[in-house]
């Protein structure tokens, strides 16, 4: 490969993601630490609020450009989004950062469920063999004896409204609005995590290593992510880049085990591995013109 190529815009797109994606891996583990001294809606509050604020300071006028539908319709994907994160958090709680962070790779199985549940799209064979290869995989990851822990059932809810929001962008979202959209999502999310966090405490950080958790999520994880993200699939085609993004939960695993003490133990392998490629069945199959169209804003 000649050093033109590797300059190229989808060279240097498709490095950048995957080092959003390792950001986004390494969050699991962080967020894990976080929440034992914090409280996981104080924790969401602060994060996304910091995040909004950072993006909001930097495009000001990008929210009053969207419009009134366009403001309602960042209202619903920001709901759709701050129950994927309380419900992520909480189960971080309960389960190790490596289980987590492949069933939270479980919206890129879900996703076309959705679409074709919700905008009755058809549903291709490619995709129901990921569903099914993945359930196997989750039923590896999650069950103990013959029922799931509580903790992975949550976040199993946490997987489902990623993808329903990755639905609703696909639909709602254009590039000339993406930026003011995700500002009122942000917003939503910390909106709804500080009104349930209010009553018991809505305290900040109580140390400085958890500022640097809260910091870390809100301006490496979300904003600045955010940004990589949009100017690298600005330069590669969706699948390309829907593909790069499964090293999401590859990374959450290497950062689980490397430093969050989780155990590696076969069966987490094997289930691992086919919830991987139930992800890449479902986004290297066939797909109709409007799937393609379909983005993730991210974590």
């Known amino acids: 490969m000649n ?40 924790f969401l509050a602060w994060r996304f609020a910091l995040a909004a604020v950072a993006m909001a300071v930097l495009r000001p006028g990008a929210v009053a450009a969207l419009g009134r539908e366009g403001r309602q319709h960042g209202v619903v994907l920001g709901l759709a989004l701050a129950a994927g994160y309380v419900a992520q958090t909480f189960g971080l709680k309960r389960t190790p950062a490596t289980v987590s962070g492949f069933i939270t790779g479980l919206f890129v199985v879900f996703t076309p469920l959705c679409a074709g549940l919700l905008l009755r799209k058809r549903i291709d064979l490619m995709s129901w063999l990921g569903v099914t290869i993945a ?11 013959l029922s799931v822990g509580r903790g992975e059932a949550i976040t199993l809810l946490c997987a489902l409204s990623f993808a329903l929001h990755i639905v609703g962008l696909g639909e709602w979202s254009r590039s000339k609005d ?71 939960p590859v990374f959450a695993g290497i950062f689980g085990v490397t430093f969050g003490g989780d155990d590696l133990t076969n069966r987490v392998v094997v289930g691992a591995l086919l919830v991987l490629a139930a992800m890449f069945l479902v986004e290297l199959g066939p797909r109709r013109a409007a799937d393609a169209q379909i983005e993730r804003l991210e974590t």
């Not at 590797?6 to 699991?28: C, I, K, Y």
């Open 178 to 248: 993406a930026y003011g959209l995700a500002v009122v999502q942000l917003v939503t999310v910390a909106v709804v995590s500080a009104v349930a966090a209010a009553p018991d405490s809505l305290s900040p950080p109580p140390d400085a290593e958890v500022w640097g958790a809260v910091l870390l999520t809100a301006l490496a994880a979300t904003a600045v992510g955010f940004f990589v993200q949009t100017w690298a699939q600005a330069h590669l085609a969706p699948t390309r880049a829907a593909v790069v993004m499964t090293m999401e």
């Open 135 to 145: 359930t196997g995989g989750l039923a590896l990851l999650s069950l103990h004896g």
């Open 3 to 42: 050093a033109a190529r590797l300059r190229s815009p989808e060279a240097v797109g498709t490095v950048a993601l995957v080092g959003v994606t390792a950001v986004w891996g390494s969050t699991f583990v962080v967020v894990k630490d976080a929440v034992e001294r914090m409280p996981v809606m104080d």
